[in-house]
């Protein structure tokens, strides 16, 4: 294995790092102060639009995708190290379009989409002028089982018909969210794998109807925001569907790998500024005559801190290494280990920064609460834990029972 960035992996490392340091740190702040002061924080701030333009004019653009025709053609291994990098703010990875679930929704069009559906979808996606979301989960259904899901995309024709109600499609809030994969039932006498159809749907569709948005520990992570969309009759032309009817799981396993990857390289890099919030406020801070650095368990929680991270780093570039050299199937062990490691570490250094914080932790003074809260969400993202260490432990008695 070969951790090392490739020269233009690290030219890249290196001017996103200065791009982070100079442009975007400085301003989070103000952006905060200014958005959370609006009646309606669904908007596009002009700093972002600001931003976005600047990095775009500087190259710093769709660094996600490993295709030259489309994006910056780095491998897996290279994005992973800038994945960490903007994972130290929330509002990087669209400044830089390269924010999810855009990044999945792209990566499917690149692989599985048709000229006429790039054309109409990937080209304004690549350019930064529309957004998109991901309707696949359902409120009615354990969908930790994809096959439960009970939404249907039925071939009539020429037409494709969906019905039935999603739930945390992330990014429909977006103003600019114009485009959604819903993913359906299309056939349910095919086998199990086979029965589901993605389909790109207009946000403006007659029939699609956010019916609310959907707040984690009390907020609604404006502008992006996650919602409850209904799909009622909603009548597409055949050619909506991506790859043709029944190919939604293939795509589905094809999106996940380095998407898994992308979440688990940001979380690293929250995790390393969540472990710096900490030890600037361990070592400025006194009790009882001393540092808090000095308190109790204190020196151990940043000694196991930083034993995470790195080891989290390490498991996820290996991820990342086996996804560019043997594909998919080479990292199926990895890309579960990463989704339920890197969660947790996140969540749990996160959890210990906020008591290093005391009340303070909890308040709105520090970014501690959102970190938190943006941990326990992916434990459950792209797969609960519990269906990642099952799949680990599947494949690790393989090697054992014949």
Known sequence: MD??????????????????????LPIEEDYYRELRSLDNRWVVLPIIRELKAKARAQGLWNLFLPEEEYGAGLSNADYAMIAEETGRSFIAPEIFNCNAPDTGNMEVLVKYG???QKERWLKPLLDGEVRSAFCMTEPDVASSDATNMAAT???????????????WSTGIGHPDCQVLIFMGLTDPT??????????LVPRDAPGVKIERMLPVFGEYDEPYGHGEVSFTNVRLPKSAIIK?????????????GPGRVHHCMRAIGAAERTLEILIQRAVSREAFGKPLANL???????????????????????CAWLLDTKGIL??????????????????????????????????????LTELYAYARCLRLADGPDEVHRAMVAKLELKKYVK
């Open 330 to 367: 080479g990292a199926l062990s990895e890309v579960s280990m990463i989704k339920a490691v890197i969660p947790s570490m996140l969540a749990n250094i996160a959890d210990q920064a906020i008591q290093i914080h005391g009340g303070a932790g909890v308040s709105g003074d520090f970014p």
């Open 244 to 256: 043709g009817p029944g190919r939604g799981f293939e795509i589905a396993q094809g999106r996940l």
């Open 190 to 199: 095919a086998h199990k794998h086979q029965q589901h159809s993605m389909v």
């Open 114 to 116: 048709s000229d006429e």
């Open 3 to 24: 951790f090392n960035p490739s020269a233009k992996g690290q030219d890249y490392l290196n001017r996103v790092k200065a791009f982070m340091r100079d442009e975007i």
């Open 296 to 318: 109790g368990g204190n020196r151990d929680i940043i000694a196991n801190a930083r034993m995470a991270i790195d080891q989290a780093r390490l498991l996820t570039l290996k």
């Open 153 to 167: 995309a039925i071939v009539e024709g020429d037409e494709v018909v969906l019905n039935g109600r999603k739930w």
